[in-house]
């Protein structure tokens, strides 16, 4: 079974920055969307950014100016470029891709943002 696998999380500092990446370990096809979620402890999981297919995005407002998302469609992954950031971006990630059929889940990084 085909498994998203992220990487890039850790423990910077306030106003430092951090790249996720999320690939496939195998072939996904027909990808609508690819998308990055994030859960606190004690919150519910919650859309950070989304980019589609044609290359549209969208973020949420508490990320917008500071994240962004991109995509390498000859890998079929997905990244998060995420900078200045502050002590309530700390939360688990998870990497989302959405076909026709099925979507995916990575299994989260954790991101840590702490002096």
């Known amino acids: 079974q085909v498994q998203l696998v992220e990487s890039g999380g850790g423990l910077v500092q306030p106003g430092g920055s951090l790249r996720l990446s999320c690939a496939p370990s195998?072939?996904?096809?027909?990808?609508?969307?690819m998308g990055w979620y994030r859960q606190a402890s004690g919150k519910e999981r919650e859309l950070v950014a989304i980019?589609?297919?044609?290359?549209?995005?969208n973020y949420a407002n508490s990320v917008k100016g500071r994240f962004t998302i991109s995509r390498d469609n000859a890998k079929n992954a997905v990244y998060l470029q995420m900078n200045s950031l502050k002590s309530e971006d700390t939360a688990v990630y998870y990497c989302?891709?959405?076909?026709?059929?099925?979507?995916?889940w990575g299994q989260g990084t954790q991101v840590t943002v702490s002096s």
């Open positions: 980019i589609t297919s044609g290359s549209i995005t």
């Open positions: 195998g072939s996904i096809f027909s990808i609508r969307s």
């Open positions: 989302n891709y959405e076909t026709l059929s099925v979507g995916y």
